[in-house]
């Protein structure tokens, strides 16, 4: 049975193109949307604006979990799914009658934005459901594949089909996608939502709110969980905006280019992250993870600092390349570092303080949109990289007893 057995499993055989078809979706609508934005206001803040709304659900992303454990993880998904069905389709009609326009991208992608940030979350949840333990870990590798495959193939599809068929063809396909990632989902066997032992009177369910608080209690009071959860917050807040929402705008304003070469940029860093990801896989035991998550951060930022130099198209795809090697150097030990030294009956509680941390990002954007249009995309850049490398630094330094020392507890086999 081997990395397969968990496709021995009749509902990880539905879930697994389900999650695959809905990740190409994801990443197709974001190229070809964006793409749109730019082109139509030839705003750099805009095209922000756009990237930002899609993590708009971020800060009421661990209520996600909250639903999941009452109604059932998959019930919860399919309804995600449905949803993004349901806008990508009114967004089809809204092309075919001739009234798009970056208001109305801007509506559905608001909408869309508060559930979207939850779904990957959802879906490793539905995976930990639905297969035996002993396959947890082949499976949740090969559903990791299915969002890391959608930012390599997806941002080449999509450019390619936008730029070979117009935006009206190549959209209808997004909302193809996504029509059979959810009916896929639907064929999932419904999972058991929060039960009660028998004979008893189910109590108060307790306040989700509280459940937060107390994650975020333990965090604070656990240096380096801290530490972790600083390093999340920071790389969202300085690193990903550049590739999460402004290469449309360094692929047109910058090197001049059209969409496929955004296509090149996006698929570069995913190729990157996913070989990353795999390299880790053999030398997980080589580096203690705390400073391979520290050291991996540093040179992501270093390679954004050399990515601001870069003059033309095949050089930034190359240090994009890299850069998302390092990315994956640097995230997976930290998730790693959250899920292995948490107690386990907090360990839902920490990852939902962990998706508190994304929403730097729509920040990042929107900050780094209105810095480009007053002082320049490459000061803008150096700034980001800069302040990136300088709080790195000073997070090691303040955390270094915690998460430096090989035998400490970040860096425990």
Same mark, same amino acid.
């Given at each position: ?278 390299? $880790? ?9 705390? @400073?391979? &998550?520290? %050291?991996?951060? =540093?040179?992501? +930022? *270093? #390679? ?33 570092? $959250? ?9 839902? @509680?920490? &990852?939902? %303080?962990?998706? =508190?941390?994304? +929403? *730097? #990002? ?52």
């Amino acid at each position: 049975m081997g990395a397969l057995a968990p496709f021995h499993n009749r509902n990880f055989r539905f879930q697994f193109p389900a999650d695959l078809l809905t990740s190409w979706a994801f990443e197709m609508e974001t190229l070809i949307l964006g793409w749109y934005v730019l082109v139509e206001t030839g705003s750099v803040l805009l095209l922000t604006v756009f990237a930002a709304l899609q993590f708009l659900g971020t800060l009421i992303a661990p209520m996600f979990g909250v639903a999941g454990d009452r109604i059932g993880h998959r019930n919860l998904l399919c309804l995600m799914r449905a949803v993004y069905t349901i806008l990508s389709a009114a967004l089809v009609m809204i092309i075919l009658i001739g009234w798009l326009s970056p208001f109305a991208i801007f509506i559905i992608a608001a909408l869309a934005g508060a559930v979207r940030p939850s779904d990957i979350a959802v879906r490793s949840s539905l995976v930990a459901e639905i297969v035996p333990p002993n396959q947890l870990v082949g499976a949740m590798s090969l559903s990791r594949t299915t969002s890391d495959s959608a930012r390599l193939f997806g941002a080449l599809a999509g450019a390619s089909l936008f730029a070979a068929l117009g935006l009206t063809p190549a959209y209808i396909i997004v909302c193809c996608l996504y029509t059979l990632g959810f009916t896929l989902t639907l064929c999932v066997k419904r999972g058991p939502g929060r039960r009660y032992a028998p004979g008893a009177a189910p109590s108060r369910p307790p306040s989700p709110w509280q459940d937060l608080k107390e994650g975020l209690i333990y965090v604070w009071n656990t240096p380096h969980l801290l530490a972790a959860m600083w390093v999340a917050f920071l790389v969202n807040l300085t690193a990903y905006p550049l590739t999460h929402g402004l290469l449309p705008y360094v692929a047109r304003n910058v090197y001049h280019a059209d969409q496929r070469w955004l296509g090149y940029l996006l698929a570069g860093f995913a190729f990157g992250a996913l070989t990353g990801s795999v390299a $880790l896989t053999f030398a997980k035991r080589l580096f203690p993870l705390a @400073r391979l &998550m520290i %050291v991996s951060a =540093l040179i992501w +930022y *270093g #390679l954004l600092l050399v990515f601001a130099h870069m003059p033309t198209a095949v050089g930034g795809t190359i240090i994009l390349m890299l850069a998302g090697f390092a990315q994956s150097l640097s995230l997976v030990p930290l998730a790693v570092i $959250l899920l292995r030294t948490s107690e386990p009956s907090l360990r839902g @509680r920490v &990852m939902g %303080v962990r998706m =508190l941390a994304i +929403y *730097g #990002l729509p920040v990042g954007l929107l900050t780094a949109g209105a810095l480009i249009e007053r002082i320049g995309f490459y000061t803008t850049l150096m700034a980001y990289g800069l302040v990136g490398l300088t709080c790195i630094v000073a997070i090691a330094i303040y955390w270094r007893a915690d998460i430096w020392p090989a035998h400490a507890r970040a860096n425990a086999v």
